[in-house]
């Protein structure tokens, strides 16, 4: 008969003590001991399973997803289903997938994880064979009562849905909801949150490290036993980062990420992490009063406001995953009275505007180095790629001399050390949205070999 108990382990070197300690006496760390789930048998041996090879083994050709092509199904908001991977029309979740969705507080995690839930149930359609009506799915009531999840459900414009296949389960332990579970059979289950849930096998408190990892660690398996999707809810610190232990991102299959400006109303999920599809595709979604509005062109969204009529305004075509945005990028120069000017960007990084800034002062003999610089992606878009570079560029210049760019002109290209305009990948894609959405004219590459070239051109250079 074995017992069960907890140590605590160090994070850095292993060693492992019956009672928390402040430092690690193995490596004199500190902080480093985390309680642990351990099995032993009363006289120290090694336990024995008396599980078959059998029980656990099973060869290629009973896999039932080598067998069916259906091996996804959707949540029927396609914005959600396209950051969570897959080619149309087969998008969406994959089943025994584990997925954690983080964000701020109040960013509207479970605003959208209610939807989902709602909208599956909603949908009368059979979408590639799979009846999304005739399976339950399972609420973990965590942080709030069914009573508060019924109100926002109530918000939500859809009402035509089958209520009794939602099934709530108010409980916070681990073990608990994993027995529901496993009697309820849902086809989807939802955790709401991650650092709610305890188990009684260990003695910290709810949100401690050992208590995330074990219960992520738990429900991670009944998902591939029972091969049920699941969605994790998890806090952020004030760091931005998921809370918790970062062996949490390594249990998971995916970690999702939902962010935006909570004064505005744009939402971005885009994929940290995916084990079933590509990290770089992104979700752009509406906050509206009845929840989430799924955005299908962002580029009129981003766009929306665009004035080309104003010096310091640059439209530029990036890439987030496979889809082209066209985006508006904006510039400020003014005089400094600062010993050492600013250089603030929002949605750029900072490196990106000092560099740009350099290279301006050193080909273009721009005088920069006595201006304040400020930099912004329009709509609260972060944007890490390079091809924004030559629009950057163009809307700094355009401050600086109080300028216009009258046409309605897109920027497609990275901006090299020297000056020179760089290729960027799938331009003929970039270009065709640029087409597509009215502008006539697209500067790239193709059409220009310098930053000098493009700014005398537009006027903006003598």
Not at 38 to 62: A, P
Not at 191 to 217: H, K, M, N, W, Y
Not at 379 to 392: H, I, M, R, T, Y
């Amino acid at each position: 008969m074995t017992k069960k108990s907890s140590i605590y382990v160090c994070q850095n070197c292993g060693w492992s003590s019956l009672r928390w300690l402040g430092q690690c006496q193995g490596c004199n760390s500190w902080n480093t001991l985390v309680e642990e789930m351990s099995e032993v048998s009363k006289t120290g041996k090694e336990i024995k399973s008396s599980e078959k090879i059998s029980d656990f083994t099973i060869s290629l050709s009973q896999v039932d997803a080598l067998k069916s092509s259906k091996t996804r199904f959707s949540t029927f908001i396609d914005e959600f289903d396209r950051v969570l991977g897959g080619e149309k029309p087969n998008r969406g979740m994959v089943n025994g997938a584990v997925m954690l969705i983080g964000g701020e507080p109040g960013i509207g995690k479970s605003t959208l994880l209610t939807q989902v839930v709602v909208s599956m149930l909603a949908s009368k359609e059979k979408k590639g064979g799979n009846n999304i009506n005739s399976g339950k799915i399972a609420y973990i009531c965590g942080e709030e009562n069914p009573a508060q999840i019924a109100l926002r459900i109530n918000r939500l414009k859809e009402n035509n849905y089958d209520q009794d296949n939602l099934i709530f389960i108010s409980s916070t332990n681990v073990d608990s909801i994993a027995k529901a579970i496993k009697k309820i059979k849902p086809i989807v289950v939802v955790v709401d949150s991650i650092q709610t849930l305890t188990t009684f096998d260990l003695t910290g408190s709810a949100g401690s490290v050992g208590q995330v990892r074990e219960c992520a660690e738990r429900l991670t398996t009944l998902a591939k036993n029972l091969n049920i999707p699941i969605f994790l809810v998890g806090h952020v610190t004030k760091e931005g980062i998921i809370s918790g232990p970062k062996v949490l991102e390594h249990i998971v299959d995916s970690v999702l990420e939902l962010s935006g400006d909570r004064t505005g109303d744009l939402r971005i999920l885009r994929a940290v992490k995916n084990r079933f599809g590509a990290t770089d595709e992104v979700g752009v979604f509406r906050m509206r009063d009845f929840g989430f509005e799924s955005v299908s062109n962002p580029s009129e969204l981003f766009l929306e406001y665009a004035d080309g009529g104003v010096p310091g305004s640059a439209t530029v075509c990036v890439m987030e995953g496979t889809r082209p945005l066209l985006i508006e990028i904006q510039g400020l120069v003014v005089g400094s009275q600062l010993a050492m000017p600013r250089r603030v960007g929002r949605g750029i990084k900072l490196s990106r505007i000092q560099v740009l800034a350099a290279v301006l002062q050193k080909h273009c003999k721009l005088p920069l180095s006595n201006n304040d610089i400020f930099a912004s992606v329009v709509g609260g878009f972060d944007v890490k790629e390079p091809a924004l570079d030559l629009g950057l560029a163009v809307a700094m210049t355009s401050s600086l001399v109080n300028k216009t760019i009258k046409e309605k002109i897109v920027f497609i290209g990275e901006i090299g050390l020297l000056g020179e305009i760089r290729s960027v990948s799938l331009l003929d894609r970039r270009i065709k949205e640029a087409r597509r959405l009215g502008f006539k004219k697209v500067i790239s590459k193709k059409s220009h070999s310098s930053i000098n070239q493009v700014l005398k051109e537009l006027g903006l250079l003598k």
